[in-house]
T-cell receptor, first 109, second 114 residues
């Protein structure tokens, strides 16, 4: 089992829709969690951290469920510009980050 | 402009040739990383360095070597390139390795080995 698993998609949604991605992680010692965004043929960039109590940044909401070992990303009121690949990232402590393979989102006009 | 610079941005290479991908950062970050990204396989860590003078192996280190002579530079060398090393290579840095989640990536180097 891969340490970080994501549904690769693609998720094709109309503008204005709400879409959610889940990510599961296998190592219960994982300490911190993040979502990165990667546009086509570009480098990944940090979208947001995921806090235990859940956190929101504009249209984006991240949740962590330690008991079930998954994190989620909810995007409300999808925009065309949200089309990208979303990478789930896990930190086990003093080791390099572990990246999921990503979930591809296409927002359609 | 502060950040990470990779070179070359793109290269076609004959199998068996030696190739060094360059990576320089001006943020004085302690930790640096090399990833390769392949379709369907995501980002895979090749080598990393927690601080100048130290390096470590990642998930897919075979066929690659790195050095970290100073804080700013972290070159990746393919001693004898093979077609399976065709990929997009990303260099990244972070303030330190640990609980920090923000990696800053370069724009990538597209390498094709024929």
């Amino acid at each position: 089992r891969k340490e970080v698993e994501q549904d690769p998609g693609p998720f094709n949604v109309p503008e204005g829709a709400t879409v959610a991605f889940n990510c599961t992680y296998s190592n219960s010692a994982s300490q911190s969690f993040f979502w990165y965004r990667q546009d086509c043929r570009k480098e990944p960039k940090l979208l947001m951290s995921v806090y235990s109590s859940g956190n929101e940044d504009g249209r984006f909401t991240a949740q962590l469920n330690r008991a079930s070992q998954y994190i989620s990303l909810l995007i409300r009121d999808s925009k065309l510009s949200d089309s990208a690949t979303y990478l789930c990232v896990v930190n086990r402590g003093n080791t390099p980050l572990v990246f999921g393979k990503g979930t591809r989102l296409s927002v359609i006009a | 402009i502060a950040g990470i610079t990779q070179a070359p941005t793109s290269q076609i290479l004959a199998a068996g040739r030696r190739m060094t991908l360059r990576c320089t950062q001006d943020m004085r970050h302690n930790a640096m990383y090399w990833y390769r990204q392949d379709l369907g396989l995501g980002l895979r860590l090749i080598h990393y360095s927690n601080t100048a003078g130290t390096t470590g192996k990642g998930e897919v280190p075979d066929g690659y070597s790195v050095s970290r002579a100073n804080t700013d530079d972290f070159p990746l060398t393919l001693a004898s390139a093979v077609p399976s090393q065709t990929s997009v290579y990303f260099c990244a840095s972070s303030v330190q390795q640990g609980n920090t989640g923000e990696l800053f990536f370069g724009e990538g180097s597209r390498l094709t080995v024929l």
